[in-house]
Nanobody, 119 residues
Framework: HEQFVESGGGLVQPGGSLRLSCSVE????????MGWYRQAPGKQREWVAA???????NYADSVKGRFTISRDNGKKMVYLQMNNLNPEDTAVYYC?????????????WGEGTLVTVST
C-alpha cells in the first residue's frame, strides 16, 4: 500500500503562510487524485483540498482562495501552500489518496504534520 510522509508544519502567526509537503511511496501515484486532510483538536478529520493526476484542484469552502494544492508526479510529491492562516486552521494535516466525488481518503495514513496558528 501507499505510504505518506508529511512535513512542513510549525507555529505561525495569524495571517502568515506555510508550505506543507507530502512524499508518497507507491506504484500508482501518477494516476490517482491526491488530497490534503486535517484534524483539529477534538474534531473529526476533514477534507481540505484535492488535486487530480492532471492537476485539476478543488478546495473546501473554508480554505478556498487561501490554500493551493499542487503535485509533482515525477517526484511523487504533493504540496499545500497555505496563506492568510487563521487560528481555525490549527490542526494536524495529512495527505492521502482521494477517491470519488467526496474525496474519500485511502485506508492508510501517515503521521501528519502539525500546524499551529497562534500569537
Amino acid at each position: 500500500h501507499e505510504q505518506f510522509v508529511e512535513s512542513g508544519g510549525g507555529l505561525v502567526q495569524p495571517g502568515g503562510s506555510l508550505r506543507l509537503s507530502c512524499s508518497v511511496e507507491g506504484s500508482v501515484f501518477s494516476i490517482y487524485a491526491m488530497g490534503w486532510y486535517r484534524q483539529a483538536p477534538g474534531k473529526q478529520r476533514e477534507w481540505v483540498a484535492a488535486c487530480t493526476a492532471s492537476g485539476i484542484a478543488n478546495y473546501a469552502d473554508s480554505v478556498k482562495g487561501r490554500f493551493t494544492i499542487s503535485r509533482d508526479n515525477g517526484k511523487k510529491m504533493v504540496y499545500l501552500q497555505m496563506n492568510n492562516l487563521n487560528p481555525e486552521d490549527t490542526a494536524v494535516y495529512y495527505c492521502n489518496s482521494a477517491w470519488g466525488r467526496n474525496y474519500d481518503p485511502g485506508d492508510y495514513w501517515g503521521e501528519g504534520t502539525l500546524v499551529t496558528v497562534s500569537t
